[in-house]
């Protein structure tokens, strides 16, 4: 649950009853986390030293749901000059360690990101006779922030979320998300390490299934040149009832060269996808997608999914072959270069502890395999070969409903079990499978009617008897009984 009041910081002393960093009882009455923070918001708003806060009235730290412990909310005037609006400019307080004590992040030392590294940000339109910030971002980033500390996945600018809803709850087309730099906000040296500022930027679907066919810092430079759309200081307007494509059509073209020269950036999602060994009969259950031992079903080890992990993060390198890290590799840090995350998106499914030591699973050459999506999955199997596989990278389903994973390569990628003399190789329930140009781009032929959903009829077979290859786009209820 939570509370609108005003204040910049906790109550005890509060943002407005004075800054006293030198004074010797300001660790217990201003955590210096949160310090650094409230001085960068003091730097932009001077005017404003008790905005309107919404705060957690239970504490993550002690056992409350919402771990983000305050949102500031600032009334930005905007500046005419370069066109940019007036409107609120939301900041969260918590991805980012506040106090230092181990209560919520491992104090790691100053050099490094403090807790997450990041906080978020928002700049929403201010409407005409509106006294007051909407708090409906507040719960917004509330969302994301539960989505970090659940799955560990932080974002970076660039990143873009499927939301698929509207952002406020309305009838808006504003219903998924890109994230950048904020455009006045500074990195802040706390004591507790670096802290910088991620946007949230409101878009529509069109524009969101634009950041994912290319890629987000593209879109978000395109949303900058148009006013009614985020203007400079990319600002969402919860009422814009058009995309950039159709205020200027213009832009599509730009996107679609993009798309030719550079790419998708996109290596991978989360996904209602299952694959099927056809090169054994479908009672042997030692070969097929669930292998079982027992009434217990095989499941990805801990090792393979720190390595879909670092897939998802990696293979945008334009210079250099891109690579998929050894089975043996440990997790390593880094950001989510390239993967959006969904509502539900986790790496990491409930139990994917191993059951079968790792070492035990065999690496299997598969004669034939039977592919399954959703429609939603199955609609990004164009960007997954056009985008990704033609520019010599590489592109992973992972199954939100298992610990099924599904690995496109192309022949430029190095460090996979797939080979073009075995191109299909499983392990345990991860599959990889390399696809030559030549056969990717008999694919993107026969799968052009993925590209148009309105006239898309479920179930949806495709084959290639040759490749000993089946593709099926089914409903989604299919993926929602486990016995599928």
Partial sequence: MEGVRPGGGPPAGGPGSGSGSG????????????????????????????????????????????????????????????????????????????????????????????????????????????????????ELMQGLARYVFQSENTFCSGDHVSWHSPLDNSESRIQHMLLTEDPQMQPVQTPFGVVTFLQIVGVCTEELHAAQQWNGQGILELLRTVPVAGGPWLITDMRRGETIFEIDPHLQERVDKGIETDGSNLSGVSAKCAWDDLSRPPEDDEDSRSICIGTQPRRLSGKDTEQIRETLRRGLEINSKPVLPPISAQRQNGLNLDRAPSRKDSLESESSAAIIPHELIRTRQLESVHLKFNQESGA???????????????????????????????????????????????????????????????????????????????PKEYSWPEKKLKVSILPDAVFDNPLH
């Fill in 380 to 458: 990004l199997i164009p960007l997954c070969l056009r985008g990704r596989l033609l520019h010599g990278r590489h592109f992973t389903y992972k199954s939100i409903t298992g610990d099924t994973a599904i690995t496109f390569v192309s022949t430029g990628v190095e460090g996979a079990f797939a080979t073009e003399e075995h191109p299909y190789a499983a392990h345990g329930p991860w599959l990889q499978i390399l696809l030559t140009e030549e056969f990717v781009e008999r694919m993107l032929e026969d799968l052009e009617d993925l590209n148009s959903p309105e006239e898309f009829k479920l």
């Fill in 23 to 138: 004074s010797g009882s300001f660790p217990s009455l201003f955590p210096p986390g949160l310090h650094g923070i409230y001085g960068e918001c003091r730097r932009l708003y001077p005017d404003q030293p008790n905005p309107l806060q919404v705060t957690a009235i239970l504490k993550y730290w002690l056992g409350g749901p919402d771990p983000l412990d305050y949102v500031s909310m600032y009334r930005n005037l905007g500046n005419p000059a370069l066109n940019v609006p007036e409107h609120w400019h939301y900041v969260s307080f918590g991805l980012s360690d506040l106090y230092g004590d181990n209560r919520v992040h491992e104090f790691t030392g100053t050099d490094g990101p403090s807790g997450f590294g990041f906080e978020l940000t928002f700049r929403l339109k201010r409407e005409t006779g509106e006294s007051a910030p909407p708090t409906w971002p507040a």
